[in-house]
């Protein structure tokens, strides 16, 4: 298991100098972790770029994402109601 300055020695500390995109690497009471969305920097708080949303874990270390391997989130298109054919047997129930 990595340790916590292993971890966080891949990460930079401070303020940032841009507004991004980061990988922000955050801690909790089980460890540490890599969000699993790109974050920005802007006005004194780390925020979810996508949403704009405020970052309420606590951030321990930063670092520049050059290219975001991770999958962006799209609008959900709900899937379409499955065809009922008359007769079909997955459709009886069991008494």
Same mark, same amino acid.
């Given at each position: 298991?990595?340790?916590?300055?292993?971890?966080?020695?891949?990460?930079?500390?401070?303020? @940032? %100098?841009?507004?991004?995109?980061?990988?922000?690497?955050? !801690?909790?009471?089980?460890?540490?972790?890599?969000?699993?969305?790109?974050?920005?920097?802007? !006005?004194?708080?780390?925020?979810?770029? *996508?949403?704009a *949303? &405020?970052?309420?874990?606590?951030?321990?270390?930063?670092?520049?994402?050059?290219?975001? @391997?991770?999958? *962006?989130?799209?609008?959900?298109? @709900?899937? &379409?109601?499955? *065809?009922?054919r &008359?007769? %079909? &047997?997955?459709?009886?129930?069991?008494?």
């Amino acid at each position: 298991m990595v340790s916590r300055e292993e971890r966080l020695s891949e990460f930079s500390t401070g303020v @940032p %100098d841009a507004s991004g995109p980061f990988e922000l690497l955050c !801690e909790d009471k089980s460890g540490t972790y890599v969000l699993p969305y790109a974050c920005s920097y802007r !006005e004194g708080g780390w925020l979810n770029l *996508q949403t704009a *949303q &405020p970052i309420e874990v606590t951030v321990i270390g930063w670092r520049v994402l050059i290219d975001d @391997p991770r999958p *962006q989130h799209t609008e959900r298109v @709900p899937l &379409p109601k499955p *065809q009922v054919r &008359p007769g %079909d &047997p997955s459709l009886k129930t069991k008494r």
